[in-house]
């Protein structure tokens, strides 16, 4: 009665577009005044100057200002810049290098949007100036944004572990394999649509070694900020929120190098930051207080035996779980989507012995699969507000080979779990 009481709630208020902060307050608000006899919405004080004042979430607005420094530095087009001279002898190539681009900024930005329409602004040009069939090209560039909650650092894995009080540094380390592996995967994928229909793409590209060499000095940026926010963790320097710190420094200094520092971009720096953080927290400190709630009266506790009850096996238990996500990312915006689900589905994943890093990873793929799913696939609706030319069902069309290339990620994460663990087993 909870759980049903709970979703036609739930339903009700995104029906009704009500934010999905305050949705998730008043979902609390409401499950608490029907289900317990203590007034626990007198708790939301204490619990959001609790949970705001948690030193782990100031690496979230740190990542995010990181971001919009890069995304005004120019730094990605320099990068498109030098991997177009690697990848596009390839068969469909400007595509390529849409990936591999994605992949290194999403190792200096934890946003998939920011990722997403960085790579838009800088590839969509060149996809008219070439003639490429623009569904698949647009296509690429929002399933290579999906990248940037996957290859740390993470905002979205950052909220994984806060509401799982899981490792960071291990969550960010398991995160590494699979996006690498990912983008092959993508890049596998574009070459085999392109050699059977070579009209998807354009006329390959090619370059000497000179400009090749020459171009990987563009790169260094992009490395050096990946090592000093990563390896400062690692090495014990910094934490999470340190090292974001850190990076911000660095690509302050970027910037300046590159003589884009003024004080309209600090402006437009800052308002970005700001818009981004405001959005994030206000749902974590709703679904913090919704967590709350959930355990308050017996939900988590009480699912959980429902789920044990039924006699599966846990692989079938998560085979299950893959498929409610999927079926739920086509409505639901992505980080609603884990901030709602992960208070109910993790304690019965990891009471299952299911290992909570790997199932944090598993978890974005997930998020990362509704990112470019129609009706609610963020990333689609980016890229064509970038491309302000044809249907939007393009990019729908083209993000296809790309979901099925996402689902085969899952499968193999499901068979090889150790994927995502081979690299987090090294630190405590």
């Known amino acids: 009665m909870t759980i049903t009481f709970a979703l036609v709630v739930l339903l009700a208020f995104l029906v009704l577009s009500i934010p999905v902060a305050a949705t998730l307050a008043m979902l609390g608000i409401s499950l608490g005044s029907v289900f317990s006899s203590f007034p626990l919405y007198r708790a939301i004080g204490e619990i959001s100057w609790g949970a705001s004042t948690d030193f782990l979430l100031l690496a979230i607005p740190l990542f995010v200002l990181l971001g919009e420094i890069l995304l005004r530095a120019g730094i990605a087009e320099r990068t498109y810049s030098a991997l177009d001279k690697w990848l596009s002898w390839l068969p469909g190539g400007l595509m390529h290098a849409n990936i591999a681009t994605s992949a290194m900024f999403s190792a200096t930005s934890g946003s998939s949007v920011a990722t997403a329409a960085t790579i838009s602004t800088v590839a969509l ?15 690429s560039i929002a399933a290579g944004g999906t990248l940037g909650i996957l290859i740390p650092p993470s905002i979205n894995l950052i909220v994984y572990g806060f509401l799982t009080n899981t490792s960071i540094p291990r969550l960010f380390l398991a995160g590494i394999v699979p996006g690498l592996l990912l983008s092959v995967l993508f890049i596998v994928v574009i070459a085999a649509a392109c050699t059977i229909f070579p009209a998807l793409g354009s006329d390959r590209r090619s370059a000497t070694w000179r400009e090749r060499l020459t171009g990987l000095k563009e790169l260094l940026p992009v490395f050096l900020i990946f090592f000093i926010v990563i390896g400062s963790i690692y090495a014990g320097f910094a934490t999470p929120t340190e090292s974001a710190a850190l ?3 660095t690509a302050l ?3 300046a190098v590159y003589r884009k520092v003024s004080w309209t971009m600090l402006r437009e720096v ?5 818009r981004t953080t405001a959005m994030i927290m206000l749902i974590l400190l709703a679904a913090y207080f919704l967590n709350f709630v959930l355990a308050s009266v017996g939900l988590t506790a009480r699912l959980t035996a429902f789920i044990n009850g039924l006699g599966l096996s846990p692989m079938q238990t998560m085979i299950s779980i893959v498929f409610l996500y999927i079926v739920l990312g086509f409505f639901v915006e992505t ?3 884990m901030v709602i689900t992960i208070p109910i589905i993790a304690p019965v994943v990891i ?4 290992d909570p890093v790997w199932f944090g990873v598993l978890l974005i793929l997930l998020i990362e699969m509704a990112l470019i799913t129609p009706p609610v696939g963020l990333n689609i609706y980016v890229v064509q507000g970038i491309r302000r030319s044809g249907s939007i069902t393009d990019v729908m069309v083209g993000s ?3 979901v099925v290339m996402m689902m ?9 779990p150790d994927l995502a663990l081979v690299l987090a087993r090294m630190i405590n």
């Open 125 to 139: 040009p060149q996809a008219r100036l070439h003639g490429y069939n623009e569904g698949l090209f647009a296509g």
């Open 247 to 249: 990076g911000v420094l």
């Open 253 to 255: 200094g970027l910037a």
């Open 270 to 274: 800052v308002e970005g930051t700001m």
């Open 335 to 337: 980080l609603s989507l």
């Open 351 to 354: 009471g299952m012995g299911f």
């Open 400 to 402: 296809v080979p790309f």
């Open 408 to 416: 085969l990620m899952v499968i193999i994460l499901l068979i090889y």
